[in-house]
């Protein structure tokens, strides 16, 4: 499904200090993925079934905190995506590079 030649991730030690998640740049190179669908709505990136909650499940409390993560930049290169739905032919997208960058300055 996907296979990575490289991959490097650089994050903040400082703002990790403070209890922070802040990624400075995700760089990958060599990407190659292959997305199927097998047309009735199963994926093969979902790696379990969709399961309705049990009864004896509790909600989350209102107060729980949510992670948030920043990211500052995305870097890739030579990536290749695939997607076949079903028996259909697979519809590729091939990236040469992309660099995003936040445009976030605090």
């Known amino acids: 499904m996907l ?3 490289r991959a490097a991730i650089d994050v903040s030690p400082g703002a990790l200090l ?5 990624i400075v740049r ?9 997305l199927e ?3 009735a709505g199963r994926y093969n990136w979902q790696f379990t079934p969709p399961e309705s909650a049990p009864a004896d499940t509790k909600p989350a409390p209102q107060d729980a905190r949510t992670t948030r ?3 500052e930049r995305v870097v890739a290169s ?6 076949r739905d079903g028996d259909s032919a697979a519809r590729t997208l091939t990236i040469k590079t992309l660099d995003l960058r936040s445009n976030d300055n605090g």
């Open 3 to 5: 296979r990575v030649q």
């Open 18 to 22: 403070k209890g922070e998640s802040r």
């Open 26 to 34: 995700i760089d990958v190179e060599g990407v190659d993925a292959l």
């Open 37 to 39: 669908s097998d047309g």
């Open 69 to 71: 993560i920043e990211l």
């Open 78 to 83: 030579n990536v290749l995506v695939a997607y």
